[in-house]
DNA sequence: GCCACTGTTGGACACGCGCACAATAGCCTA
DNA sequence: TAGGCTATTGTGCGCGTGTCCAACAGTGGC
């Protein structure tokens, strides 16, 4: 194996460990167990542990976030790229992906490397609704006074209920974290009820292939 | 000291180190220094650290609660309670106290007592909107089909927006939070707009006593 | 076929953790 | 003043962590 091929395969190795046990319980031998390999072999490749998780976290939220905004692409209408927005938001229905998000929010305080990936993926997601919604706007069928803030309502919203059903387990439903995202989504930019819902599909949502 | 003195003080030294260093971060070791004596004391009184790092939170938590229930409890109008509600809605405002939610959320997955801490106090938040709403809906003056998810809406777009003004300091204005929650609370409840808005004070918010 | 190089191994090291336990100190009662 | 009780100490155990390092193996160049 490859130098460059052996260090993607550690970040990967990582990941599938974060994604199970989340950051700050993932260890240098818990890696190493995923690969099959020694310990030792990580820190030939990266100078510490610290570098390997904020590596590795950046890549699973960029690959989140790189399957939505793939998967609204292949949509031309904004009201239907929304629709997928919300389908095939991962955080919100994947515990091990969210807890991610949790870890990371917690260890912005502390560890700047790790709020740096953070906001500014936080803020990318962000943006993504927003260009959605001025294309929506632009094109007459959505309206929104104040898209920027719209956009941090909406992820917010989905945000702050996804914590709870995460976090939690049991204060809310799965479904209503998603059916309520996405009636506050059809009010704050005065879509008809039901505008946004997806019909049921058998294929799994996106981000599936990050392992774990 | 008494035994009861020293468990306060145990516990209040541990919520210093807490906030200083985050619920994960905080050993035994560390609280036994902030109060200047033996480790082992700390385990005299505490079965396990868990229990200790619950129990401090829950203090921490449950203050911030009783302070924005008992400042509701002066106005008799549910339209008043709200607005007291988010007027003292101390998460939004003090870092370090919405810093030890962010912990919490995230250490749930992994300690048990700290997840049944969080859930219980973040479902006594959500009650205290439940019967703010339910009495102004008895009253007439404010309409809402379904005051329990209205109550987990409200809260959660609080939380997910005070989320990325604390994590991440620039991301969303501070005003913003509050301002947008309280839009959104007038929204769900078909109040008019600006019902809630509070008159500007001069005094400190609730809960500035827990010291930190 | 030998050599050098490098990916790779597996264990040792120092440290920090929660926790337990025997010894100690200090106060309260008699 | 003597005795007993309990708060408090200090040490140490077992474990898990990140990091380091000497030894090994496999492969490509000479």
Request: aromatic share 6%; with cysteine; glycine share 6%.
């Amino acid at each position: 194996m490859s130098p460059h091929e052996r260090r993607e395969a550690i970040v990967t190795a990582a990941l599938s460990v974060m994604l199970r046990k989340g950051i700050a319980a993932t260890t240098v031998r818990d890696v190493a167990e995923q690969m099959g390999t020694s310990s030792g072999l990580i820190h030939h490749y990266f100078t510490s542990m610290d570098d390997l998780l904020a590596l590795a976290f950046e890549r699973a939220a960029s690959q989140d976030l790189d399957a939505t905004r793939n998967a609204m692409a292949a949509d031309g209408d904004p009201v239907g790229r929304l629709t997928i927005f919300f389908a095939t938001y991962a955080r919100a229905e994947q515990d091990w992906a969210f807890q991610l998000w949790l870890d990371a929010w917690a260890e912005a305080a502390r560890r700047p490397a790790v709020r740096a990936t953070s906001e500014r993926l936080n803020v990318a997601w962000q943006q993504l609704l927003v260009e959605t919604i001025q294309a929506g706007r632009e094109s007459g069928v959505m309206s929104c006074p104040d898209p920027d803030g719209a956009a941090w309502r909406i992820l917010s919203l989905l945000d702050g209920l996804a914590l709870q059903a995460v976090a939690h387990r049991v204060s809310i439903d799965r479904r209503d974290v998603i059916s309520w995202s996405i009636a506050n989504a059809e009010t704050e930019l005065s879509l008809p009820a039901g505008s946004l819902l997806a019909l049921p599909v058998a294929t799994s949502s996106a981000g599936a292939s990050m392992g774990g």
